[in-house]
């Protein structure tokens, strides 16, 4: 397999001498890149934190906390989480935000610097392996394709919702991260397959979650009983 840097944002520099001063906001969840999500930023140091990368126009990164908590003393981060760019912000009166972020691009934290009232890292892009075509690569996509489609027709099923097609990526990376954000694991299991540099290692080790899940949600299945299995449920007088 070789290297590559994924494209993912501008002004990036894909050197690995070079560590880009990045801000941090530990919290107690992990997002792939490509994922949407809503955030309420109640703490005084965050909210500056979201005005300063509104006026930079810039990002921040999420990092899953490793020790601490989410509000109070900083917490300390697993090394590798996902820099966000900011879709929306909507500020309420109390000073509160809801913020819109989406995922871009997955970094490796090499120095935090706890000198300001956030969290700010220097890091350096995470580099996933580039996936060569081959018999296997093929089929463990086209086996986690068809595998997320059952888990979505299941879990809608229980809503009485049909899914018709499920709308995934085509490249496989994305594909892989994709599915990853839906998976209802661990955080710290989540953690693994957000640092894991090999694309069909990350999609083999989510088809038993995703085998799993489908079996979790499958709907019930109903056998009509003969008469003789009934006979023995039934008390003459």
Not at 55 to 80: M, N, R
Not at 84 to 105: A, L, P, Y
Not at 194 to 200: A, F, I, K, R, S
Not at 213 to 233: F, V
Request: hydrophobic share 40%; charged share 25%.
């Amino acid at each position: 397999m070789k290297n590559k840097t994924l494209g993912w944002g501008l002004n990036w520099c894909t050197m690995s001498s070079h560590l880009e001063e990045l801000p941090l906001f530990p919290l107690n969840l992990v997002l792939f890149p490509y994922a949407e999500m809503q955030i309420r930023v109640f703490e005084s140091r965050y909210r500056e934190m979201v005005n300063f990368c509104m006026q930079c126009d810039t990002g921040f990164g999420v990092v899953l906390i490793k020790s601490g908590q989410e509000v109070g003393e900083p917490a300390e981060p697993y090394l590798v989480g996902t820099a966000v760019r900011i879709v929306s912000v909507q500020t309420f009166d109390d000073g509160q935000m809801d913020v819109v972020i989406k995922g871009e691009r997955r970094f490796r934290i090499r120095k935090l610097d706890q000198s300001r009232p956030y969290l700010v890292g220097y890091v350096e892009p995470l580099i996933e392996m580039e996936l060569e075509p081959s018999p296997r690569a093929d089929a463990l996509l086209m086996k986690t394709r068809e595998s997320f489609q059952t888990y979505m027709e299941n879990y809608f099923s229980r809503f009485e919702m049909r899914v018709v097609k499920t709308n995934l990526p085509e490249d496989a990376t994305a594909l892989s991260f994709a599915v990853a954000h839906t998976l209802h694991i661990e955080n710290l299991e989540k953690q693994h397959l957000l640092e894991t540099t090999d694309t069909l290692e990350r999609i083999s080790a989510m088809l038993p979650i995703l085998q799993a899940h489908i079996e979790a949600t499958a709907p019930p299945r109903y056998q009509k009983l003969t008469s003789e299995e009934l006979s023995e449920w039934i008390t003459n007088n």
